[in-house]
């Protein structure tokens, strides 16, 4: 089967999908669908968020296994950002840990309990 395109290869803009059906029953559903902004990316640009996806956005781990610098893979996160239609703005405030008792201790509970890896524990403490 082959992949589905999001742009028109004449002149750019968004394709639909007119027509869906399932290869179990054959049901087939007419109509116009939209197929979302991650089917509108290039191949490479799908291959960067499988990838980013895969390493649970860790830039660092994305940079290591594509053998580039962490500087070029926000890059490339900024130009699948924009692809997507979306306007990448200023970094999100991160919520201070230290400001919020209450979130510290549920987070260091949720460890204690098993509820959380030591790793992902540190991230939230730390604010990602």
């Known amino acids: 089967m082959h992949p ?4 028109c290869p004449v002149c750019g803009e968004e394709l639909i999908v ?3 059906e399932c290869r179990a029953c054959g049901t087939d559903i007419g ?10 990316l ?7 968020v499988e990838l980013f996806i895969k390493n649970r956005g860790n830039a660092y781990k ?13 890059a490339r996160l900024t ?3 924009c692809a997507m239609g979306y306007e990448p703005g200023a970094e999100p405030k991160e919520e201070s840990v230290n400001a919020a008792p209450e979130k510290r201790k549920a987070i260091l509970d949720d460890l ?3 509820k959380l890896s030591a790793d992902d524990a540190i991230r939230l403490l730390q604010g990602e």
Not at 4 to 7: I, M, N, R
Not at 42 to 48: A, S, V
Not at 63 to 74: A, D, K, N, W
Request: overall charge positive.
């Open 4 to 7: 589905v395109f999001g742009k």
């Open 18 to 20: 007119t027509r869906l």
């Open 31 to 40: 109509g116009q669908f939209s197929i979302g902004r991650l089917a509108q």
């Open 42 to 48: 290039g191949p490479d640009e799908i291959r960067f």
């Open 62 to 74: 994305v940079g290591e296994e594509l053998g580039m610098p962490y500087s070029t893979v926000r």
């Open 79 to 81: 130009d699948v950002i």
């Open 112 to 114: 204690a309990r098993g």
